[in-house]
């Protein structure tokens, strides 16, 4: 026999879901329901999401910082998006940031949201564990970062040079423009650093330089950008395209990283991203907490008096217009860390901190609550909702589970999010593994708790005893 054409007597069956049984393709539901925004599995990487859920928190945000006008030098410029609740964590807070910022935020840059008055990008920053990120100039070397190995950085140029190519040639600009409909948007950018597109689409490279070197915004930026990115044409023999992601990229990794970082983010980027027709951006800082659990209290005083200077009171571009709006995620107990030098620097004056005993949030204060029972079930629906294998066989948006089951379940999770999506993982598993169950209801529910109950004494126990110690800890 040949060995490319033998067959084994042993053929695998095809193996049926256990989750079948359920009109279910697989387990919806993350076994540890944590962000993970690089994962290919829509359970964990923010796919699946219910923006219902998160409905009053959103309203707040867009009437308080998205929709107003950044002309308007009364709104706030800081915001914190924070629990009050110790079995906050995994409430739900980093997907609805990332949710926010592709569907509300960077799909448009803000325009319609704001009643077309803002034109903002959105940016999402988590400090590094260890305290590697402990410090103001360690903090925005990371949105530099982001800035420049993100799309940002090159939307940014893409739009400098269309609105020089609108201005300079206005009657080539819509056939320009109807040159690029069939293309991708990341291949905008590609487009316009290509000479080539210019000379087949009859456009002086030479002349949109010059206009682009003149632009008000740019020649207020440092001698030293503007010399070595922006001028540098002047010098060259061929028409080329000075102003690229790849130059500004390696200007600063050469001359910037390790010093006057914070200067040229709070000015020149600020300067830059005016030049294309910004006028603001918000940048989402999560799990805050990482920054001050390694800070002296010296470190912390230097932290909050670097945030009162460059975004309030400083000389930089940024505190003059109030460019950038800075959200800072807290989970509870992380606002006393920071209370005394937020005092000490005349922060609280200027923007409260919420704390874990205020009663009512101010406006700059977003507070994210434990779901409530019809939350709890809308987010539970979406997931199964997914993982349907036939939408046509039963018409129950909840099934397997029942409203009883849903309500047992959102109860001992305490309405949190992470705890609701992780019990409905192992309740499912539980009930894919007992015999003659057709449905899981509050029955099962009850019993699989009872079974598990020393399991959840001990999470109970941990939860507390930390919380105890993040107190001692506080008040010493």
Same mark, same amino acid.
């Given at each position: 026999?040949?060995?490319?054409?033998?067959?084994?007597?042993?053929?695998?069956?095809?193996?049926?879901?256990?989750?079948?049984?359920?009109?279910?393709?697989?387990?919806?539901?993350?076994?540890?329901?944590?962000?993970?925004?690089?994962?290919?599995?829509?359970?964990?990487?923010?796919?699946?999401?219910?923006?219902?859920?998160?409905?009053?928190?959103?309203?707040q945000l867009k009437e308080n910082f998205l929709s107003k006008p950044q002309s308007d030098f009364s709104r706030?410029?800081?915001?914190?998006?924070?629990?009050?609740?110790?079995?906050?964590?995994?409430?739900?807070?980093?997907?609805?940031?990332?949710?926010?910022?592709?569907?509300?935020?960077?799909?448009?840059?803000?325009?319609?949201?704001?009643?077309?008055?803002?034109?903002?990008?959105?940016?999402?920053?988590?400090?590094?564990?260890?305290?590697?990120?402990?410090?103001?100039?360690?903090?925005?070397?990371?949105?530099?970062?982001?800035?420049?190995?993100?799309?940002?950085?090159?939307?940014?140029?893409?739009?400098?040079?269309? /609105?020089?190519?609108?201005?300079?040639?206005?009657?080539?600009?819509?056939?320009?423009?109807?040159?690029?409909?069939?293309?991708?948007?990341?291949?905008?950018?590609?487009?316009?650093?290509?000479?080539?597109?210019?000379?087949?689409?009859?456009?002086?490279?030479?002349?949109?330089?010059?206009?682009?070197?003149?632009?008000?915004?740019?020649?207020?930026?440092?001698?030293?950008?503007?010399? /070595?990115?922006?001028?540098?044409?002047?010098?060259?023999?061929?028409?080329?395209?000075?102003?690229?992601?790849?130059?500004?990229?390696?200007?600063?990794?050469?001359?910037?990283?390790?010093?006057?970082?914070?200067?040229?983010?709070?000015?020149?980027?600020?300067?830059?991203?005016?030049?294309?027709?910004?006028?603001?951006?918000?940048?989402?800082?999560?799990?805050?907490?990482?920054?001050?659990?390694?800070?002296?209290?010296?470190?912390?005083?230097?932290?909050?008096?670097?945030?009162?200077?460059?975004?309030?009171?400083?000389?930089?571009?940024?505190?003059?217009?109030?460019?950038?709006?800075?959200?800072?995620?807290?989970?509870?107990?992380?606002?006393?860390?920071?209370?005394?030098?937020?005092?000490?620097?005349?922060?609280?004056?200027?923007? /409260?901190?919420?704390?874990?005993?205020?009663?009512?949030?101010?406006?700059?204060?977003?507070?994210?609550?434990?779901?409530?029972? /019809?939350?709890?079930?809308?987010?539970?629906?979406?997931?199964?909702?997914?993982?349907?294998?036939?939408?046509?066989?039963?018409?129950?948006?909840?099934?397997?589970?029942?409203?009883?089951?849903?309500?047992?379940?959102?109860?001992?999770?305490?309405?949190?999010?992470?705890?609701?999506?992780?019990?409905?993982?192992?309740?499912?598993?539980?009930?894919?593994?007992?015999?003659?169950?057709?449905?899981?209801?509050k029955a099962f529910v009850d019993s699989y708790f009872q079974k598990n109950d020393m399991l959840n004494v001990?999470?109970?126990?941990?939860?507390?005893?930390?919380?105890?110690?993040?107190?001692?800890?506080?008040?010493?």
């Amino acid at each position: 026999m040949n060995k490319y054409t033998n067959k084994p007597k042993n053929i695998t069956p095809e193996r049926i879901s256990e989750y079948k049984q359920f009109n279910l393709t697989e387990n919806p539901f993350p076994a540890t329901p944590f962000m993970a925004l690089q994962s290919p599995d829509k359970r964990v990487n923010g796919t699946i999401y219910e923006k219902s859920i998160r409905n009053e928190e959103y309203e707040q945000l867009k009437e308080n910082f998205l929709s107003k006008p950044q002309s308007d030098f009364s709104r706030s410029r800081l915001g914190f998006l924070m629990d009050t609740s110790f079995v906050g964590r995994g409430n739900g807070k980093t997907a609805f940031l990332m949710h926010l910022l592709k569907k509300n935020i960077n799909n448009d840059y803000c325009h319609s949201i704001s009643n077309e008055e803002n034109k903002c990008f959105g940016l999402y920053i988590q400090p590094e564990t260890g305290g590697k990120t402990k410090t103001f100039e360690k903090l925005i070397e990371k949105i530099i970062l982001e800035i420049i190995n993100k799309n940002t950085l090159k939307d940014c140029i893409v739009s400098i040079y269309l /609105t020089a190519i609108m201005e300079t040639f206005p009657t080539k600009f819509e056939s320009v423009i109807n040159s690029l409909n069939n293309i991708e948007e990341d291949e905008y950018y590609t487009k316009i650093t290509d000479p080539k597109w210019y000379k087949d689409n009859e456009l002086d490279l030479n002349e949109l330089e010059n206009f682009v070197q003149s632009n008000k915004y740019l020649k207020n930026m440092s001698n030293d950008f503007y010399n /070595t990115i922006i001028a540098k044409s002047q010098c060259s023999l061929l028409p080329n395209i000075s102003l690229t992601a790849e130059a500004i990229k390696e200007y600063y990794i050469i001359n910037l990283k390790k010093k006057n970082n914070v200067e040229f983010f709070f000015n020149d980027l600020v300067l830059l991203f005016e030049a294309a027709n910004f006028n603001g951006a918000y940048i989402f800082i999560d799990d805050f907490e990482r920054i001050p659990d390694f800070q002296s209290e010296r470190d912390r005083r230097d932290f909050v008096n670097s945030i009162r200077t460059y975004l309030f009171d400083g000389t930089s571009e940024n505190a003059k217009k109030g460019f950038y709006n800075f959200l800072l995620v807290l989970h509870a107990g992380v606002p006393r860390l920071i209370e005394k030098a937020w005092g000490d620097s005349g922060m609280e004056q200027r923007c /409260t901190l919420a704390t874990i005993d205020k009663t009512q949030s101010e406006g700059h204060q977003i507070i994210f609550k434990p779901l409530n029972i /019809t939350s709890t079930e809308k987010l539970i629906s979406a997931y199964i909702r997914e993982y349907r294998a036939d939408s046509n066989i039963i018409n129950d948006d909840l099934y397997p589970f029942t409203q009883d089951s849903v309500n047992k379940i959102h109860s001992v999770s305490d309405g949190n999010v992470s705890k609701i999506l992780k019990n409905c993982h192992h309740i499912l598993e539980a009930a894919t593994k007992t015999k003659n169950i057709t449905v899981i209801d509050k029955a099962f529910v009850d019993s699989y708790f009872q079974k598990n109950d020393m399991l959840n004494v001990k999470d109970n126990n941990f939860l507390n005893n930390a919380q105890i110690n993040l107190m001692d800890d506080i008040n010493e």
